[in-house]
Every structure is written in C-alpha cells, then in structure tokens.
C-alpha cells in the first residue's frame, strides 16, 4: 500500500461519534511501520527490526493477503461443491502460505521505497529507513514464497509475482497505484480457487487445460469476485493513503488520493456502486441464495458505505481507524456470505 503520512496539522475538526475521540499516541507506531507495542515490546531488541519490516505486530497486515485466497477458496468450493474437509485444510494451508506472502511482500516494497520512506513523517522511522537493517542482508527475503498452493501449477503464480515485484515503482508512474495493489491482492482469489480444483481461467473445456483447442474459458463469476475486491481494495488503500497526502504531495508520490484530493469521495462512492453491481453479479451467475447477497453483497456495502460517508479524509486518526475497521467488516462479510452459500448447498 501507499506508503505515506498524516495529512493535515489544521486544528482539530469534530470527530464523528463512530472514530476514535483523541489522538492515540501509539497510533503513528501502529500504522508506520515501527511499532513496539503489544507483544512485539517483549523480544529482544535485535528481533524488534525484523517484526516491524515484515509487519507481524499487526494482524490485518497478514489478513489483507489472506482474505482474497480464503474468497477463491469459499467460492471454488461452492462452485464444486468440495467436501468440508478438503474445504478446511485448503484453507488452512493458503493461511499459512500467506503468511510469508505477507512477510516477503512487505519486506520487499520497504526495501524499494525505503528512500521515498525517509521523506514521510509517518514511514521515515521504519528499519529501512532508520538503517535497522541493511538491504544486502534482506534481497532474497521476498521471493521466500511464489504463493503457489502444492496443487497450482507455478504459471499461475507468476502474475502475482510480476505484480508484486512491480508494485513499489507503481506510485512513481501512475495515479493509480491502487489499482495495481489491487491486482496483486486479489490475484490470490484465483490461487485459492485453484487450489480446490477449480480453474477460474483455462483452455478449452471449462475446468480443463487442453493443447487441442485454443478457445479461452472464463469463470464469469469468479471474474466478477476478482474485479469487485479489486475495487474494495482501491477503496480502503485510498482512504489509507489520505494519511499521507501532504508528504505524498512534496515527494512526489502519487496515488489516487494525490490525484483526487477533495473530490476523492466521490470517486469512492462510484466505485463502490460498481463493486455493488460487481458481487450481485458473482452470485447471480453462480445461482446463490439469499444468505450470499444478504451477507456478503448487503453486508460489505453497508459496511464500506459508513466508512466512505463518515471517514474524514483529512483527520489522519479518523483515516486510520476508519480504514482499519472497515476493512475488517467488509472482508469478514464477504468470507460470512461465501461460507453461509456453501454450508447451504452442503446441508440442503
């Protein structure tokens, strides 16, 4: 995600009744990257660095990751109808394999970013920066996992790996670096679809790869799952990213947020009526009940649709905790309405 920092010094404006009332004062460790609170205040000084570089003080940095796997996962067993138990290893084991994702991508994009790190108030003491570590000692950490489950075959992994590897340059060539975090994301929903055996992208018959045919099918339905937690990811790192926009707007980093600035919600409120389409849409070609659009598609609209209409974009306290619980409400959501559709058509 954009790595950046607080985006106003202005007075104080009133904080809606659902945000935090008074600045945190462990806030700026939490989300920048440098944090000693909690568990991590209890290693040894000398492993503090390499919690704080893969990010392992805070749970939604390993959830971000695992959420889109755990989706291909839910809605390739709904589409197969896969027994619970293959079901719950799978899932179990793609946990573990975003584990390291998460560890190897964040290492990664600090080492890349760590000089536009030292320009932004919020990331400059991250261990990169701050010279906690050195970048020789780190080059091999991020390819520690191509996030491939034992059942994938490797060529499905390398859009993933082309995509993270590219992703800290994104915000130096593009506006829109968010959507390309969110590409990288969301690429886990075809690993987790894959790894219980249902092939959202293939050649000839549908599930099938075949040399003899060069017609391409389409999991329309996972595709529209694909394309809508793209923008759910572009939601939650803009608002992320508005943390950040003064820094962002004197380094010279760009994203959606240094593009759009005041205008910003609204593109939100688009994208989030596109996701609305998007997820009504993966249900429907899928033939799920009621439970999926009532959790999944009602539920994460209503939950990102508070988030976008009270979040303060300029209040950097109200961006964070805004941006930290809803993408919690959301994700769990989608999870809650996926597994509902399967358990229906397990037990009915």
Known sequence: MNGSTPT?????????????????????????????????GYLPSSWVPYIQLARLGHPA?????????????????VTRQVPINETAYTAGATFVGS??????????????DAPLDAKVERTKHRPIPRASQTIGALLLL???????????????????????TYYPWAKR???????VLGFCFVWAIAIGSLAVGVEPVAFGPFGHFSHSTQSLALDYSAA?????????????????AHQDLKDDLKAGIKSIAVLYQDWTKSLLWGLLFSMLTLLTACGALRGMGLVYYTLAV???VAALGLMIAKVE????????????????FAGGAVTGGLMAEYARLLWT
């Open 8 to 40: 106003s010094r202005r007075s104080r404006s009133p904080v809606n009744e659902f945000a935090p009332a008074e600045r945190d004062p462990k806030l700026s460790a939490q989300y920048g990257g440098n944090s000693r609170t909690g568990w991590v």
């Open 61 to 77: 940095n390993l959830f971000l990751i695992y959420f889109p796997h755990l989706f291909g996962v839910l809605h390739g067993a």
């Open 99 to 112: 584990f390291f994702v998460s560890n190897a991508v964040h290492i990664w994009n600090d080492i890349i």
């Open 142 to 164: 991020p390819y520690i996992s191509s996030d491939h489950h034992p059942k994938n075959p490797f060529i499905y992994s390398l859009p993933s790996i082309v995509g993270w």
């Open 173 to 179: 060539h593009t506006n829109y670096p968010q959507a």
């Open 224 to 240: 529209c799952l694909f394309t809508a937690c793209i923008l759910w990811t572009m939601i939650y790192d803009t608002i992320y």
């Open 298 to 300: 009602g539920g994460s």
């Open 313 to 328: 974009l300029r209040s950097s306290e109200s961006g964070w905790w805004w941006f930290g619980n809803g993408f919690w």
